[in-house]
């Protein structure tokens, strides 16, 4: 089945500096790509995801870009804020596998002002 | 609309004892799914159900049985607690379609067994 690795597993940036977030996947099928947000103590909540025909998606100051040879995907956060500190999920499902999630063992991402 | 809600929100269980965790939702999804949290693990899918009657299991299902009688509410039984299933349990859905969607999470459940 799918296997899914993050790294790393925390992260300390400085306010104001990008993050970055990388996931690889082992099934080549794999065609959509979500990434989830979750602040301590609340539920996981989607941020912003990517299908296997896009290489690159921006929304604000994040931005998800898709390497299918390399079966990698990775997160980028820019001008990072306080409110950026949270742990970020990465995640992938193949086709017709019933939206079932393979996640990543998350990010523990800490904004210092 | 509440979205997923799940009931309880914490719990202390013996080890041996049973117990049933409810998820509801009320965005007439078809798809709903059981995930366990644990620390440095993210998110493993126990059981999952793809419309009312339905269920299946996933990654992890040992020890956990579900049920799907009507289509808003997906329930998570354990029979017989162990150490081993203390958990932050978070319920899910999302639409139903062939193309992925996203899904909604609860707000989780915060299980002990001693």
């Known amino acids: 089945g799918e296997n899914v690795e993050q790294h790393p597993s925390t992260l300390s940036v400085q306010e104001g500096d990008s993050a970055v977030i990388k996931c690889t996947y082992s099934d080549s099928a794999s065609n959509y790509f979500p990434w989830y947000k979750q602040e301590l103590g609340k539920r996981p909540q989607l941020i912003i995801d990517?299908?296997?025909?896009?290489g690159e998606k921006k929304d604000q100051r994040i931005a998800v870009t898709l390497n299918k040879t390399a079966k990698h995907f990775s997160l980028h956060i820019t001008e990072t804020q306080p409110e950026d500190s949270a742990v970020y999920f990465c995640a992938a499902s193949i086709p017709d596998s019933w939206g079932k999630l393979q996640f990543g063992a998350g990010t523990q991402v800490v904004v210092t002002p | 609309n509440a979205g997923v809600t799940q009931t309880p929100k914490f719990r202390v269980l013996k080890t041996g004892q049973s117990m049933t965790l409810l998820c509801a939702q009320d965005m007439n999804h078809e798809y709903m799914y059981w995930y366990r949290q644990d620390p440095g693990m993210g998110l493993r899918l126990i059981h999952y159900?793809?419309?009312?009657?339905?269920?299946a299991k996933g990654e992890v299902p040992d020890g956990y049985n579900v049920s799907r009688l009507k289509k808003q509410n997906f329930l998570l039984g354990l029979e017989s607690a162990a150490p081993s299933q203390t958990s932050v349990y978070f319920c899910a859905s999302s639409r139903g379609q062939v193309r992925n969607t996203e899904a909604f999470f609860g707000q989780g459940t915060r299980l002990t067994v001693v």
């Open positions: 159900s793809v419309g009312e009657g339905t269920t």
């Open positions: 990517i299908r296997s025909n896009v």
